[in-house]
């Protein structure tokens, strides 16, 4: 008899992406920058890939002017990072992070 498992759907692991990446100081929002149509065209802030080596993580992000935006990314990636494999018990296969725009 083996220990009780979890099944973690895509939608789960996008919403704790997403909360993660928000929390981080410095991220105004999760998601495309520029006009809204554009960002209605292009998609959602956080795509899953799962596959048998883990979990791939792709997020887009819109930073708080006056932030450094390589230390941001690194901090981005730490929060997804911890969420993924921690809190989700999943093994993490990559994180890319895409600033997307600055400002509001």
Not at 54 to 64: F, S, Y
Not at 67 to 75: A, G, I, S, T
Request: avoid cysteine; proline fraction near 6%.
């Amino acid at each position: 008899m083996s220990g009780p498992e979890l099944s973690v759907g895509k939608r789960v692991i996008s919403d704790m992406v997403r909360l993660a990446a928000f929390e981080v100081p410095g991220v105004v929002r999760v998601g495309r920058g520029g006009p809204a149509w554009r960002a209605a065209l292009a998609g959602r802030g956080v795509a899953i890939r799962l596959s048998d080596g883990g979990v791939a993580v792709r997020v887009w992000i819109v930073a708080r002017p006056g932030h450094e935006l390589v230390p941001l990314v690194r901090q981005v990636r730490t929060a997804i990072g911890a969420t993924v494999e921690r809190l989700l018990g999943l093994p993490l296969e990559s994180v890319t992070v895409t600033v997307d725009g600055v400002g509001g």
